[in-house]
């Protein structure tokens, strides 16, 4: 059975570091849109970051220059490396894969919404 399971959040001060991974395990072997987005108490989700397939990894403005998604392919696993982090970053982050070859195509389709999701890792930062 597919899975991704998230690991990596924590509690740290406003300007630390954190590094999130997915691992993933039980997927065909096929081509995915990888991603994280957030949600905070109260607030919508929100898309962070994506890698898609045939192209390059994409943003939100509210993390770029701060975050950093990678793919480790020998692992099977998505890594989402959080520098100098504010309070606002506090939220609960999930990582989540859509199979590329299902139309319509995951790279038109927001990360909140792909077919598959870890179960979250939170994330508090404190001022």
């Known amino acids: 059975q597919a899975q991704l399971v998230e690991a990596g959040g924590g509690s740290v001060q406003a300007g630390e570091s954190l590094n999130l991974s997915c691992a993933a395990s039980g997927y065909r072997d096929t081509s995915y849109c990888l991603g994280w987005f957030r949600q905070a108490p109260g607030k919508e989700r929100e898309g962070v970051a994506r890698?898609?397939?045939?192209?390059?990894?994409k943003y939100a403005d509210s993390v770029k220059d701060r975050f950093t998604i990678s793919y480790d392919t020998a692992k099977n696993t998505l890594y989402l490396q959080m520098n100098s982090l504010k309070p606002d970053d506090t939220a609960m982050y999930y990582c989540a894969a859509h199979p590329y070859f299902v139309f319509p195509r995951c790279t038109g389709k927001p990360i909140e919404d792909f077919q598959m999701r870890g179960q979250g890792t939170q994330v508090t930062v404190s001022s």
């Open positions: 890698i898609d397939p045939y192209s390059s990894t």
